[in-house]
């Protein structure tokens, strides 16, 4: 059975999934959802068909990205379409399923119920430092949406506990940007803890929308509703599922 969260911000039909109900096995045991893992590719199809059942959905209105932690945004219009590089969506067009793929990264949908305009977008550290979030915004902007009007919800992410970087990591991360200091709290030795989720609700309050917040769900810490990138690292494991977060008109 398929386990499926929400947020009380978004009006609109959409699920930050679990793991838990679909039909892989192994390493990606339940609901893998990434056709470019390793996971047979009749068990990903079956998940990815569920999630749009879900929702109310054909599996093909089910529009997903090549994810390349980039700021680049697409205007959907119609299903199906061919994946292109990109990390964030929006449309007004009803009927189409946004899906945004996730293993520590965080997923973020966003909706103005009033222009009735929806996006979503992947947001590594890369990518909400290169502006997919506000991009996003301005996406949905261009399409009748009033940045005070939408509301972003951050699903399943790493947690700053569990998100250990080192010294070089923190030195680029904040040269550009001193403030960003306050995102990271000191680990052992010369590790330092970065807090994701925080650092991506500053930059979507910095670009005006009018309610932002985050699930609280940290991917590493919960193996058995989440997939999470670093921990199959750190299990010296070969692949890694991949969550999926869907927002629909």
């Known amino acids: 059975m398929l386990e499926i969260l929400t947020s009380d911000a978004i009006p609109f039909r959409h699920g930050f999934f679990t793991r838990k109900g679909g039909a892989s096995s192994g390493i990606f045991a339940g609901l893998n959802c990434g056709p470019g893992s390793s ?3 009749g068990a ?10 879900a929702l109310g959905l054909p599996p093909t209105a089910l529009v997903s990205l090549h994810q390349v932690h980039s700021a680049d945004v697409v205007h959907v219009t119609e299903t199906p379409i061919a994946p292109v590089k990109a ?3 929006v449309t007004a067009t ?12 965080q997923p973020v949908l966003f909706a103005d119920p009033v222009a009735q305009v929806i996006g979503a977008a992947h947001a590594g550290w890369r990518g909400a430092q290169a502006g997919v979030l506000e991009a996003t915004v301005d996406a949905m902007v261009a399409l009748g949406a009033k940045r005070a009007n939408i509301a972003a919800t951050i699903g399943p992410t790493i947690s700053q506990k569990a998100y250990e970087v080192g010294p070089e990591f923190f030195e680029t991360f904040t040269d550009g940007d001193p403030a960003t200091q306050r995102f990271f709290a000191q680990g052992q030795g010369d590790r330092m803890l970065f ?14 929308v009018g309610e932002a917040q985050w699930t ?4 590493y810490s919960d ?10 690292t750190h299990a ?8 999926i977060s869907v927002i629909r008109l």
């Not at 199809?45 to 569920?50: C, D, M, P, T, V």
């Not at 609280?216 to 991917?219: E, G, M, P, S």
């Not at 010296?236 to 969550?243: C, P």
């Open 39 to 41: 996971d047979l590719s």
């Open 44 to 53: 990903v199809q079956i998940n990815r068909a569920r999630v749009a059942e």
């Open 87 to 89: 990390d964030g969506m």
């Open 94 to 105: 009803p009927g189409v399923g946004l899906a945004i793929l996730t293993a520590d990264c």
């Open 195 to 208: 807090d994701l989720p925080a650092y991506g609700l500053h930059r979507l309050r910095a670009a005006g």
């Open 216 to 219: 609280r769900h940290c991917t």
């Open 223 to 232: 193996p058995e509703r989440f997939f999470s990138y670093r921990r199959t």
């Open 236 to 243: 010296g494991e070969a692949d890694y599922g991949r969550l």
